[in-house]
């Protein structure tokens, strides 16, 4: 059973850092995609960023490049969202999914088959 666990949300002011970790555990698989996506008040989901298991590069949506950088620590079976320049648009529960079947391009979260209970982040201006 796969199971991933939020963690590293918080208050923060504009400007401020935050990493988010995703502790990853039941992956039966060689490939596998993990990734961030977001949700907030009021709002659609949507995804933030994403990391293979292969040598693949990442995916970022455009309005978190160059402030956020995914990785993993397979050794730690973590995947980890450093997230810099914080902005109030960036508040949202940010959720760590995993899939089999999907790839690091747009539209990845929609193969996203599980999910943890998501972290709140909140961007204070």
């Known amino acids: 059973q796969v199971q991933l666990v939020e963690s590293g949300g918080g208050l923060v002011q504009v400007g401020d850092s935050l990493r988010l970790s995703c502790t990853v555990s039941g992956l039966a698989s060689d490939y596998y995609v993990i990734g961030w996506i977001r949700q907030a008040p009021g709002k659609e989901r949507e995804g933030v960023s994403c990391i293979s298991s292969a040598d693949a590069p990442a995916y970022y949506r455009d309005s978190v490049k160059g402030r956020f950088t995914i990785s993993r620590d397979n050794d730690k079976n973590m995947v980890y969202l450093q997230m810099n320049g914080l902005k109030p648009d960036d508040t949202a529960t940010y959720y760590c999914?995993?899939?089999?079947?999907?790839?690091?391009?747009?539209?990845?979260?929609?193969?996203?088959?599980?999910w943890g209970k998501g972290t709140l982040v909140t961007v204070s201006s």
């Open positions: 999914g995993a899939s089999y079947r999907a790839v690091p391009a747009p539209g990845w979260e929609a193969a996203m088959d599980y």
